[in-house]
């Protein structure tokens, strides 16, 4: 099939995963319609829960793999959406609907861009397409769980909304959970250890705080108290006020390092929910880099955590679409990313696979 078709195709695959609901942990319904798709190109597949995945014609183990991952499931629908999330329909080359963006266009495109290559012999690499599950819940259940059932991995592109730019660093990510302690009484009574009063020096620590190494690509550390809470009653003053700490970690710090950073230093008890969402990165000078670049895209950093978070090799974060319009209300793709998408990744892919 010639790649219009192939796009045409895709276009229509997006089309009908924005009519089934998808939200993580619920995506049994996308996963049927693409193994329907593979069903169609008679690409042979395999399903482990709600991720479903497949391998080139000529798989050869002595040839080192790639990746190509995107996720089908999506956030629930916010409450300002003013079109239906689950119609998908085309308004000034504009492709509306829930997961339109995030990251149905990038799943789609890299689906035809498998189906370019699969029966193609004599490639450097072996591919495997992975189209996941609980992506945008970092379930159990998602690209994480398939890692021990894959070959070993040696190169990945994760496609999220990059404007078909390269993302060649993602920061990683710890959330704190906070708490600062006072004396608890009642509100009529002085109380020199007011944990609502102790908060603002503890906030305001928080605000000032910087570590000190910068990257190159991701900048600095980005560190954001994003919850606060405490009290139950007006005529109480709490024992304790409890924070949620949002740390966004660059690739000169693993994670663990910043858990034992911000556990030694900071005003208030710091607990990290998990250190698994660590940075990840890939060697500018790597060739599947080097043939984006020559096509003209730009590299940079990126803020935005996705399942690159949880592979151990190096990858590259790349698709259509543009991620500011991720998880807003009436999300959409324009059509032409998407096509534009597709031929992106074949002619990288070229570049990348006939070394």
Not at 44 to 61: G, L, Q, S
Not at 214 to 237: F, W, Y
Not at 328 to 337: H, K, P
Request: charged share 20%; glycine share 6%; hydrophobic share 35%.
């Amino acid at each position: 099939m010639d790649q219009q078709k192939l796009t045409e195709k895709a276009i229509a695959l997006l089309q009908e995963l924005i009519s089934i609901q998808s939200f993580s942990s619920e995506e049994d319904k996308t996963a049927d319609a693409i193994e329907a798709w593979f069903k169609e190109f008679n690409i042979p597949f395999k399903r482990e829960k709600n991720n479903v995945y497949a391998f080139n014609k000529y798989y050869d183990e002595s040839k080192p793999l790639l990746l190509l991952n995107s996720h089908h499931d999506t956030v629930k629908p916010n409450s300002a959406y003013t079109k239906d999330p689950f119609h998908p329909h085309i308004e000034d080359g504009k492709l509306f609907g829930l997961g339109s963006n995030d990251a149905g266009g990038c799943l789609v495109s890299l689906i035809a861009t498998f189906t370019h290559f699969y029966a193609q012999e004599n490639l450097s690499h072996n591919i495997v397409l992975v189209a996941s599950a609980e992506e945008e819940s970092s379930g159990p259940n998602g690209l994480n769980s398939m890692l021990p059932i894959l070959p070993k991995i040696d190169v990945a592109i994760v496609g999220e909304p990059t404007l078909m730019n390269l993302a060649i660093a993602e920061k990683g990510l710890v959330v704190f959970e906070g708490k600062v302690s006072g004396t608890p009484s009642h509100a009529a009574h002085p109380n020199d250890n007011n944990a609502i009063y102790n908060t603002i020096e503890v906030l305001q620590w928080f605000k000032d705080y910087k570590f000190p190494k910068v990257s190159e690509v991701l900048g600095e550390v980005k560190l954001t108290v994003t919850q606060i809470s405490a009290g139950n009653q007006h005529n109480v003053v709490p024992g304790h006020v409890d924070l949620v700490i949002d740390v966004r970690v660059n690739d000169c710090y693993s994670n663990k390092e910043i858990a034992d950073i911000l556990t030694a230093e900071a005003p208030c008890e710091v607990k990290p929910r998990s250190l698994r969402l660590n940075s990840s990165s890939i060697n500018k000078e790597h060739p599947l880099v080097k043939s984006g670049l020559a096509l003209g895209r730009s590299s940079y950093g990126s803020p935005t955590l996705s399942d690159q978070a949880a592979l151990y090799c190096q990858s590259l974060k790349l698709g259509p679409g543009d991620s500011t319009r991720s998880h807003s209300a009436d999300e959409f793709i324009y059509v032409a990313e998407i096509e534009e998408g597709i031929d992106l990744y074949i002619k990288i892919l070229q570049g990348f696979l006939k070394q």
